[in-house]
Every structure is written in structure tokens, then in C-alpha cells.
């Protein structure tokens, strides 16, 4: 596996593959990697002659230094278990290579109402961050195809909606979310919980499906099911961000003409933030 940091061997790389007609597929990822990572990295192998991943935690989708600064790096084990799922390339950029003249005036990418709404409501900017750094990356490695992961299903959503609006030609592949066997959704946050708190958490998964099995079952507004999860969210120890039940197309409220839906939940646990999703496809 090459092992790239400079934006001129990345693209020497990269051109060297194209000469060769080769397929290219990028997974970007902000390091920490656990299982749930590496099976991307697999998906992306599966469509691609070549897979780079790229490695860097983006200052720009922070909107709180201090989750910026305690945001895990373990870039040595990340190169690690890059190899061992036969990467062909790391990309590990630092914070000049990618913002040579600061954040400051850097131009921005921003995707409309998709990136206002849930997750881009409580953390304001961070969907601005990242469209740009995304964007950024694509331009960079100029890839055939990016694979990103469904736990972060807004973060999906908006993605395809920038690359359809910039005409950028990226098939961008989605990814199913890596469970625990508990049924916790496998993030990098996850390793800020203390043991107790993860027992808790695995009550995130458990509410999805007990909302999904409701939306089949009962007569209840969707405000009424929304409400009393959070109820019973709180009740468990969670602070409720937002618990909503979204068309899965656009992630705009759903009603009950809808029938391909996305059940959106994010909570706090202590002080880690938690989100996670399911489909929920009525008939
Ligand atoms: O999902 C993530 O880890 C990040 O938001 C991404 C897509 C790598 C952009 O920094």
C-alpha cells in the first residue's frame, strides 16, 4: 500500500492508474478506523480497480474546537488495518496541504435545505465543512466512484445531491451501517462511552426498530411517535436531540402518503454525541 501525504504524489499516483484504465475508488474517512470502515473500504474494492482512502479529521466540519481537539487519531493504526484490507493507497494530508492559505478564506460549498435540516440544525456549519472538504477530495483524487456509509445518512443524501449539482461525474455508493452485535452503530465516537454508557447506548437501535414495528402497527401521528420515543429516550438516560420520521428521497418530513421512509434519531449520552438511522419501507 502507498502511503501519500503531498498533493503532487497523490496525483502522480492517480495518473499512473488512469494511464492504465484503471477504476478508481476513494473512501474518505477522518481516521480512527474501526470494522465498520474497513467493510467500506471492502465495498469500494468490490467496484473499483484501485482504492485510496483517504485520512484526515477536517477542522472546517467542527463547529466546537474542543470536539475538535479531543477527536481520536491513531493514524499508525489506521495504516495498520489499511493494509491488511489491501488499500492501494492512503492519502494522509495535513491541515496545510488541504487549506494552504487557512479556513478562513477558503470557499465553501454549500447544499441547500438538505443541509439545514436534523444534524445541520444542531450542528450549524458542519455540513458546510463537509460538502467542502468532500468536494475538495474528489477534485484531488478525481475518483470513478466514493463510498460513504448509511449511519451517516444525511451526510450520504447531501453528498449525492452536490455531486448531481456540480456535475461532478462520481457514482457515489452507499454503504449498509456496521452494527455491534449489541446494535450499536459503529462510530469512532463510540470510544468515548465508559462501559455502562455503552450498554446504554444500545438503546439507540433498540428505539428504531420499536418505532419502525410502530409505524407498521399503529394509527399514530408521526408527531405522537416521535414524541414519546423521545420520552422514553430520556427516560433511559439519553438527551434527545431529534427523533423524526423522513422521507428517505429528501430527509424532508414525512406524512402518511409516504411509504419509503427513514426513521432520523440523534442523542447525547454523557457528553458523546450518538446518531443513527433506519428504513422503513410501508406497503
Ligand atoms: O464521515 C466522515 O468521516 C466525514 O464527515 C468525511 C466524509 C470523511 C468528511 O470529512
Excluded at 480512527?32 to 474494492?45: N, Q
Aim: charged share 25%.
Amino acid at each position: 500500500m502507498d502511503r501519500v501525504t503531498s498533493l503532487r504524489d497523490l496525483r502522480q499516483k492517480v495518473l499512473s492508474w488512469r494511464r492504465k484504465g484503471l477504476k478508481i475508488g476513494l473512501v474518505p474517512t477522518m481516521g480512527s478506523l474501526h470494522t465498520g470502515h474497513l467493510s467500506l473500504v471492502k465495498h469500494a474494492k468490490s467496484r473499483a480497480d484501485k482504492v485510496v482512502v483517504s485520512v484526515f479529521v477536517n477542522p472546517l466540519q467542527f463547529e466546537d474546537k474542543t470536539d475538535l481537539l479531543a477527536y481520536p487519531r491513531t493514524l499508525e493504526a489506521d495504516i495498520k488495518k489499511l493494509s491488511s484490507v489491501n488499500c492501494d493507497m492512503a492519502f494522509t494530508p495535513d491541515v496545510d496541504t488541504i487549506y494552504p492559505n487557512g479556513m478562513k478564506g477558503q470557499s465553501k460549498v454549500t447544499v441547500p435545505t438538505i443541509g439545514e435540516r436534523l444534524c445541520g440544525h444542531y450542528r450549524p456549519g458542519h455540513f458546510e465543512g463537509v460538502a467542502t472538504i468532500v468536494s475538495k477530495l474528489f477534485n484531488m483524487v478525481a475518483p470513478d466512484s466514493a463510498v460513504f456509509g448509511e449511519k451517516d445518512y444525511q451526510q450520504l443524501l447531501l453528498i449525492k445531491k452536490l455531486t448531481q449539482d456540480l456535475n461532478m461525474p462520481i457514482e457515489i455508493i452507499a454503504s449498509e451501517t456496521y452494527r455491534e452485535q449489541s446494535g450499536l452503530a459503529m462510530s469512532s465516537r463510540n470510544q468515548y462511552l465508559s462501559s455502562d454508557e455503552r450498554m446504554i447506548a444500545a438503546g439507540i437501535y433498540q428505539m428504531l426498530q420499536t418505532v419502525k414495528l410502530q409505524l407498521h402497527q399503529s394509527e399514530q401521528s408521526y408527531t405522537e411517535l416521535c414524541t414519546e420515543a423521545k420520552q422514553v429516550l430520556k427516560e433511559r438516560g439519553f438527551a434527545p436531540e431529534y427523533v423524526e420520521i423522513c422521507r428517505e428521497s429528501d430527509l424532508m418530513p414525512a406524512n402518511h402518503q409516504d411509504k419509503a421512509l427513514r426513521i432520523m434519531m440523534a442523542v447525547k449520552l454523557g457528553e458523546t454525541r450518538l446518531i443513527d438511522n433506519i428504513a422503513c419501507h410501508l406497503d
